[in-house]
């Protein structure tokens, strides 16, 4: 599964801002399965 794809899945969960996603989820609780900076969040 590409890094679009698992953006779209949490947003489709919850509306969130790049950086929500950020903290939330790619610092949290799927930080160990998938990685993302800022950077990539952004530019999906």
């Known amino acids: 599964m590409s890094l679009p794809h698992i953006i779209l899945a949490l947003l ?7 950086y929500d996603l950020k ?10 399965l998938w990685t993302a ?6 530019r999906t």
């Open 37 to 42: 900076d800022q950077a990539h969040i952004y």
């Open 12 to 18: 489709e969960q919850q509306e969130q801002t790049g």
């Open 23 to 32: 903290t939330s989820c790619f610092d949290g609780s799927i930080a160990q």
